[in-house]
């Protein structure tokens, strides 16, 4: 007993000790303490917390950090929502700003503590087994870190192809090892091979702004919340619809807000760090997924396939899209993870899975596919199924539908269903034209011509990959219908099943790839089916009686995986000079390539599209830019609303308003109208001669 009451002594004073050193540091704004502190008071406190509270038993260290991350991340969202929701009847209008949500956490973890040290001792037993490959591993995000910010000053990528290198390197080790020891290590080895290769994760590691595409409506959501100190449900008039469904997304527009708050940093910043972050714990809660399937390596080398593709072909998606995922993953991992449910696990789950919807509307739509199928195979099949069942797909898709339709004026709905009705209305008048199924499906299935013999190399290691994967996907229906022992559980077998019949969908029926983006899907049927490639391939090289499952693993792995990888982060191709699409790798030979800025946002473009708002008001006033501006710099920087924003036409020339230049219209002399049309700049010199320029830094303009 007294052992028992030192023990919660201590962890009294250890959380009070965090409480304080969170709450000083934040008071005088500590540089680094502060958001150090916060981090880790905001990402795992709650989460490790509710895991007590739950009782959820059995864990090893990396689920339990893996349950703690997401209960953290998932509990933060749904009290945000409440105290959103809430505090606004007690007079309280900016319910999200610091001090009333602050105290509001404070609170609720407090009552969460005393209820938990009040049963068990709170500090878990840690333990750690070291292996000499480790000093090379933990060098590696370190080689991979330091070449992002050498991309980032100067350009050069030179490290960045050192810490490529230096993944394969450590991969062919873990390969050609049998040391049992090993295996514990490899979910370290994961996790420096993603932060290794993190600048392949999010390009905007390697700018100083944001990148991509949908991270600029998902930053302009994020930013009237956070201005407004509010979250708001409702339609908002003039938004871009991209916007409305980003603000849909509680996981880039309160959690940011939350974070941005506490922590005090930039928030491009926020966006550029943090959300990559949790990358890293995709791939973990895959691996640890993979491994209640298969063993260890086989679950390793998945893993590894999986990062392969997101690091390339695939990529790993908006920020919420990884939010989402990591959701995703947590959900088939408690599913997976034992035979028998206890009351904390099914709450978690329900946790899980609202937070999954609440994060991203395209993923929680396709989990909602996968799980309806597998139950009706279920049924089908008359398996029974402690894992699928009926009560638990009828509460998620009422969550799903009815969050929805509740929010934004039901504009993603409207959007889903619509998106649905142009496809089918076109299903028959469209079915035989490949043009139909969108240039990454076409390309996917060789139907493509490659720019030069290097990439023809390359996509033959991508299409052996795919191969591999079908040849995995069927023998596993094979074996299914001839009742023959499996490497899966038969949900997880009929999942598998489900999620390759909906990648197999984006192919035959015409614009769904288009729609959903075939990438997405791919990415997210390998959550659950990379272990087809590695299967598959054993079931290839098995042909071949003589040859051992040890050097099946090294030819897989050293004839496929590393060139996949070699090849897909463009390695190879930076190495031999061809046409490279890889930013981290290749940006400074690509300084005057049009779609690169496309993609990435400047100093310059940042610094005019911030002018605008500061000397008019861009909401009574028409702004006149290429359709790249309007949806990119003008709506997360500028915070311009599409409304106010028209797209320019050498056609239609604007008698009023301002006339916004971005850097390709004014130093490569193109602008990019509707449907991304380019024409030449110099078509509408005539029409800014009538024009004030107002504004200019070397490589945008203003006209007015």
Known sequence: MSLRRSASSNSLLLFILLHLVFYISMAFDIFLVRQFSAFIYLTFVPGFLLLRLLRIDKLDRTEMLLLSLGLSL???????????????????????????????????????????????????????????????????????????????????????????????????????????????????????????????????????????????????????????????????????????????????????????????????????????????????????????????????????????????????????????????????????????????????????????????????????????????????????????????????????????????????????????????????????????????????????????????????????????????FVKCVYDLIKNRKWNFEKEYTLMTFVSMIMLGMNVVVPNLASSFLMTRFYQTTLILASPLCILGGYAVLSVHRKISKKTMTRIITLGVLIPSLLFGTGFVYEITGVRSWSIPLSIYRLRDEVWLYDNIVTQQEVMSATWLPGNTNTSAVTIYADSISKYHVLASYGLIFAKNVEVLSNNTLPSEGFVYLRRVNVVNGIIEGENLFQYNASSIDFFLESKDQVYSNGECSIYR
Not at 124 to 135: A, E, G, Q, R
Not at 160 to 184: F, N, Q, R
Not at 333 to 346: A, C, H, P, Q, V
Request: charged content about 10%; proline content about 3%.
């Open 74 to 472: 998932a509990f933060l969202m749904l009290l945000s929502l409440v105290v959103n929701w809430l505090y606004p009847f007690a007079g309280i209008s900016a319910p999200l700003s610091i001090v009333p949500f602050t105290l509001t956490l404070s609170i609720v973890l407090f009552v969460f503590f005393a209820i938990v040290n009040r049963k068990e001792i709170l500090l878990p037993k840690v333990d750690f087994t070291f292996n000499y490959l480790i000093i090379l591993v933990l060098v590696l995000p370190i080689v991979g870190l330091i070449g992002t910010f050498m991309v980032n000053v100067c350009g050069n990528s030179s490290l960045l192809l050192v810490a490529i290198a230096m993944v394969c390197a450590v991969v062919a080790v873990v390969v050609m090892s049998d040391k049992p020891l090993l295996k514990e290590c490899y979910p370290i080895i994961i996790a420096a091979i993603v932060i290794g290769l993190m600048s392949f994760a999010n390009a905007s590691l390697i700018t100083n702004y944001i990148t991509g595409w949908d991270s600029h409506n998902e930053f302009q959501a994020f930013k009237l919340a956070k201005i407004n100190g509010y979250w708001t449900s409702q339609l908002i008039r003039g938004i871009d619809i991209q916007t409305l469904k980003s603000n849909a997304a509680i996981s880039t527009t309160i959690l940011p807000v939350i974070y941005s708050q506490i922590l005090g940093i930039d928030d491009s910043l926020l966006f550029k760090l943090i959300f990559p972050f949790f990358a890293i714990f995709v791939s973990l809660g895959i691996y640890k997924l993979y491994c209640t399937q298969v063993d260890k390596k086989t679950a390793f080398l998945s893993v590894f396939f999986f990062i392969t593709i997101s690091m390339g072909i695939a990529g790993w998606g908006s920020n919420k899209q990884i939010i989402a995922a990591f959701f995703l993953v947590l959900i088939f991992l408690i599913i997976f993870r034992t035979n028998s449910f206890s009351s904390g696990s099914k709450l978690a789950l329900f946790i899980l899975s609202f937070a999954l919807v609440i994060s991203h509307y395209s993923l929680s739509y396709i989990f909602l596919f996968i799980i309806t199928m597998t139950l009706i195979l279920l049924m089908v099949l008359r398996k029974k199924s402690n894992k699928i069942t009926l009560p638990f797909v009828i509460s998620y898709a009422t969550f799903n539908f009815g969050w929805f339709i509740y929010v934004s004026g039901a504009v993603t709905f409207s959007e889903f269903v619509d998106t649905f009705s142009r496809v089918f209305a076109n299903l028959l008048s469209e079915f035989f034209s490949p043009e139909s199924r969108g240039e990454q499906v076409l390309s996917g299935l060789g139907l493509t011509t490659a720019v030069s013999y290097v990439h023809q190399i390359g996509r033959i290691f991508v299409y052996t990959t795919e191969l591999l994967v079908l040849i995995g």
